[in-house]
């Protein structure tokens, strides 16, 4: 059996096992945050450099043999390419650029995103090393009690005017840089004396987003496309070769096509065969070996993402036997909405999406998911039991939940817990091997 399939083995198993009280679908996905999720890749980082994180670190069979004497960690976050994507893009392409890495004896695994696994959630665990739970950026909206509203933490402005503009809260006093109850993966580092440099797509060098979950580093840089993003990460890993230290790096373009044209389409491997281009040629053939020296490279993905036909919408207005027993519109996502009873009612709106929707929706107990550890364990951030409200409904299959009075557009979406939403890849190796 190859680590693979022994890593994925045990992921499946978290469902019926750690997640038996929930009574998960058997199609869904848990996150595994006891080493085989994305929350453990920067707990890991901290632990090979030294410091220390409650996190666990990954699955020590991940990382066995490509550890020692690391001096530099690269990590790249490439957004939204979910595990089997990958697999099935390198399967059809032998001269895609990471299979060099392959070959030379790296190690590419399935792990699962957090939940929900939406950028928000994902990203800041991705920056951190604390899980939802924790860091309580639980989603892409989210009620905010101390402002009064349900908030669009892409843009951090209200989600009722939104369309204005964005950092609309930010303007209003809100401090990013005050608004997560942990802190960065750079924070902690810096306490062990190990910068970090970071690449991102210039338009997010200084959004509300990027200054609430990067914070810390000793360099920022913008970057205009992907084979923008190897030249400078490659320049940076020369100019820092005798330097201890960690390099990061975000790429976005898969999933703005995947949310554009939908996961399947064929833009997306095509995107995925050029970042590998450009890996191989601008960045792993013309780096020195003093360079390569000590560096682990580690490639993972934020959530995976899966079609969303517009046909799959359940619209909540259409259906006032639902809607007229709720506070507000949901918050979370489309595919994780939490729900906000009015006093009252919540048995009967749980009762009228099983019975209405029984084979669409999943519903949990907000509060019973939270205690289960769905959204992680350790120190729950004192916010997070107020911005889950009542219920979560997890819709199957493809289906999602709207509340907007226009139309969706996104033909790709994520947050819930399917399978190509939760197993992203893994890809870690040795540059110098």
Not at 32 to 61: E, K, M, Q
Not at 72 to 91: E, F, K, N, S
Not at 102 to 116: D, E, H, K, M
Not at 130 to 144: R, S
């Amino acid at each position: 059996m190859s680590l693979a399939t022994k890593i994925l083995k045990r992921i499946r198993a978290e469902r019926t096992t750690r997640f038996k009280k929930l009574n998960l679908p058997a199609e869904f996905i848990a996150p595994n945050y006891a080493g085989r999720s994305i929350v453990n890749v920067p707990a890991s980082i901290i632990h090979i450099l030294g410091g220390h994180i409650h996190t666990p670190p990954l699955d020590p069979a991940i990382t066995r043999g490509l550890t020692t004497g690391v001096q530099r960690i690269v990590l790249i976050i490439a957004d939204a390419v979910g595990y089997q994507r990958l697999l099935d893009t390198l399967d059809a392409n032998p001269q895609n650029g990471f299979h060099k890495l392959l070959q030379r004896g790296a190690n590419l695994v399935p792990i699962t995103s957090t939940f929900p696994s939406t950028t928000t959630a994902a990203l800041t665990a991705l920056w951190s090393g604390y899980t939802p739970a924790e860091h309580g950026f639980v989603g892409y909206q989210i009620f905010l009690r101390d402002y009064g509203i349900r908030a669009n933490m892409i843009a951090f402005s209200p989600a009722a005017t939104d369309h204005f503009g964005a950092q609309q809260l930010v303007n209003a006093g809100l401090e990013p840089e005050k608004f997560l109850p942990v802190p960065a993966l750079p924070q902690t580092l810096e306490t062990i004396g190990v910068p970090v440099y970071n690449l991102i797509e210039a338009p997010y060098v200084k959004s509300p987003l990027s200054r609430a979950q990067i914070r810390g580093t000793k360099e920022m840089r913008g970057v205009v496309t992907s084979s923008d993003l190897w030249v400078t990460l490659r320049q940076m890993l020369e100019h820092h070769r005798t330097e201890r230290a960690v390099f990061t790096a975000y790429w976005s373009a898969v999933d703005g096509i995947a949310h554009t044209y939908g996961a399947s389409a064929e833009t997306v491997p095509a995107e995925i065969n050029n970042f590998g281009y450009s890996f191989e040629y601008e960045f792993w053939r013309k780096l020195s070996a003093p360079a390569r020296a000590g560096t682990l490279f580690l490639l993972c993905a934020d959530h995976g993402q899966l079609d969303s036909p517009l046909e799959r919408a359940i619209y909540l207005h259409q259906h006032p036997g639902l809607w007229d027993r709720l506070v507000m519109d949901f918050a979370g996502e489309p595919r994780a909405a939490y729900l906000y009873c009015r006093h009252g009612e919540k048995d009967a709106v749980r009762e009228y999406l099983e019975t209405q929707f029984d084979e669409i929706f999943c519903v949990l107990d907000a509060q019973t998911a939270l205690a289960e550890g769905l959204f992680g364990t350790g120190n729950i951030a004192p916010e997070v039991k107020h911005r889950l409200g009542d219920l979560i409904v997890l819709p199957r299959k493809n289906y999602y939940l709207w509340d907007r009075m226009d139309e969706p557009k996104m033909l790709g979406r994520h947050g819930g817990l399917a399978e190509t939403e939760m197993l992203v890849p893994l890809l870690i190796a040795r540059l110098d091997a």
